[in-house]
Nanobody
Framework: QVQLVESGGGLVQAGGSLRLSCAAS???????????MGWYRQAPGKQRELVAN???????KYTDSVKGRFTISRDNAKNTVYLQMNSLKPEDTAVYYC?????????????????????WGQGTQVTVSS
């Protein structure tokens, strides 16, 4: 009943910028907390790889190829994670997926809390032209 919805992908020229957003929400739930959130990407013919992640406390980690160019951030009040991508390169072209490793929420009609793991968004295409 909780889903991650991504937005912000598109086509950009090399050297340009894009900002991805991913919001966690549910129609009949109230989200209590989200543990780490992250962005992964998968290029054609390649395995999915971690791009960046951020803990609930704000600690971040990046894959080497995006350090200094990408910035991950989150707004806990909005249950949203962002990925600011600058100085984009053709090799950044991929489908980008949002992930949340643990979400605790309460259904409106229940008192107890529910914790579920490993949520994924539907993916958003990022294409960088040379």
């Amino acid at each position: 009943q909780v889903q991650l919805v991504e937005s912000g992908g598109g086509l950009v020229q090399a050297g340009g910028s894009l900002r991805l957003s991913c919001a966690a929400s549910g129609s009949i739930v109230s989200i209590v907390s989200i543990n780490a959130m992250g962005w992964y990407r998968q290029a054609p013919g390649k395995q999915r790889e971690l791009v960046a992640n951020i803990t609930s406390g704000g600690s971040t980690k990046y894959t080497d190829s995006v350090k200094g160019r990408f910035t991950i951030s989150r707004d806990n009040a909005k249950n949203t994670v962002y990925l600011q991508m600058n100085s984009l390169k053709p090799e950044d072209t991929a489908v980008y997926y949002c992930n949340a490793d643990k979400i605790t929420y309460r259904r409106y009609y229940e008192i107890r809390l529910t914790t579920a793991y490993d949520y994924w968004g539907q993916g958003t295409q990022v294409t960088v032209s040379s």
